[in-house]
């Protein structure tokens, strides 16, 4: 398929999922097996399609016996995302991203406010789930989710990053 279309196509699945995807209840009961209290109100705080991805995410994973730092991480890899942060602000962050935003200080102001966190999402999480206890490793996968050139770098981030497709 042309790469353009399937670029395409990408997008509008995950709009699609935005709006339909949704934890179920036996992805919870696992979640509250595999997270300490800390963690999962961290879980908690996340939108409901953030859940409901990153359960899927971690299911998938889960498969090549991962480590429990690496299934955290996988659980909580979109953290970063508050709750406000909605399909409106996705879409557009996506057609005008800013590649250059610095991390520091956060910004109020909607615009701005949005484009920090698709760039630094992973940073801001991380930051999150170290303070929740979650393990250095599994800390620095939230981190660098989304760097597919650190896939070889950094312990389970290439098996990560094959989840989360
Ligand atoms: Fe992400
Ligand atoms: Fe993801």
Same mark, same amino acid.
């Given at each position: 398929?042309?790469? /353009? =279309?399937?670029? /395409?196509?990408? #997008? =509008?699945?995950?709009? +699609?999922?935005?709006?339909?995807?949704?934890?179920?209840?036996?992805?919870?009961?696992?979640?509250?097996? =595999?997270?300490? %209290?800390?963690? #999962?109100? !961290?879980?908690? &705080?996340?939108?409901?399609?953030?859940? /409901?991805?990153?359960?899927?995410?971690?299911?998938? !994973?889960?498969?090549?016996?991962? %480590?429990? +730092?690496? !299934?955290?991480?996988?659980? @909580?890899?979109?953290?970063?995302?508050?709750? &406000?942060?909605?399909?409106? +602000?996705?879409?557009?962050?996506? !057609?005008?991203?800013?590649?250059?935003?610095?991390? /520091?200080? #956060?910004?109020?102001?909607?615009? %701005? +406010?949005?484009?920090?966190?698709?760039?630094?999402? &992973?940073?801001?999480?991380?930051?999150?789930?170290? $303070?929740?206890?979650?393990? $250095?490793?599994?800390?620095?996968?939230?981190?660098?989710?989304?760097?597919?050139? @650190?896939?070889? $770098?950094?312990?389970?981030?290439? $098996?990560?990053?094959?989840?989360?497709?």
């Amino acid at each position: 398929m042309d790469r /353009a =279309v399937s670029k /395409a196509l990408g #997008r =509008v699945r995950q709009v +699609w999922e935005y709006l339909v995807l949704r934890p179920k209840s036996e992805d919870l009961a696992w979640v509250g097996m =595999v997270l300490t %209290p800390a963690e #999962r109100a !961290l879980f908690e &705080g996340m939108s409901p399609h953030d859940q /409901a991805h990153c359960a899927k995410v971690a299911r998938k !994973l889960s498969a090549k016996s991962p %480590p429990d +730092w690496a !299934l955290k991480a996988a659980l @909580l890899h979109d953290v970063g995302k508050p709750r &406000g942060y909605g399909l409106i +602000w996705r879409v557009l962050v996506v !057609l005008r991203p800013d590649r250059e935003i610095p991390a /520091a200080p #956060r910004l109020a102001q909607p615009w %701005p +406010w949005a484009l920090q966190i698709y760039r630094w999402h &992973g940073l801001y999480g991380a930051e999150m789930a170290r $303070e929740a206890g979650v393990p $250095e490793s599994g800390c620095r996968i939230i981190q660098e989710h989304g760097n597919k050139s @650190l896939a070889d $770098e950094v312990p389970w981030l290439g $098996e990560f990053q094959w989840a989360d497709d």
